[in-house]
Nanobody, 116 residues
């Protein structure tokens, strides 16, 4: 059974930083690309960032490029998202996402709130 457990969210002021983690189990983590998606209140899912299985190729939404950094530790089955220079509009629930064929698996998410 695929399990994805996110952590690291919280309340932060604009300009602050957070590091999100996603602990993965139930599948061969090192064989799959992963991504982070987020859902702001009243909005749909937005793909924030993706990383290939080896961890040497990454992609970012324009809205976070230059501020967020995705990485992974395949030895520890863990996905990360380093978020710097946070903005009010980054407020959302963040989920790590695994796509297998046409199916997406997501964890319960971790809340990130950017507020002064």
């Amino acid at each position: 059974e695929v399990q994805l457990v996110e952590s690291g969210g919280g309340l932060v002021q604009p300009g602050g930083s957070l590091r999100l983690s996603c602990a993965a189990s139930g599948f061969p983590f090192s064989s799959y690309a992963m991504s982070w998606v987020r859902q702001a209140p009243g909005k749909g899912l937005e793909r924030v960032s993706g990383i290939n299985s080896a961890g040497d190729s990454t992609s970012y939404a324009d809205s976070v490029k230059g501020r967020f950094s995705i990485s992974r530790d395949n030895a520890k089955n863990t996905l990360f998202l380093q978020m710097n220079s946070l903005k009010l509009e980054d407020t959302a629930v963040y989920h790590c996402n695994l796509r297998v064929g046409a199916r997406d698996f997501r964890g319960q998410g971790t809340q990130v709130t950017v507020s002064s």
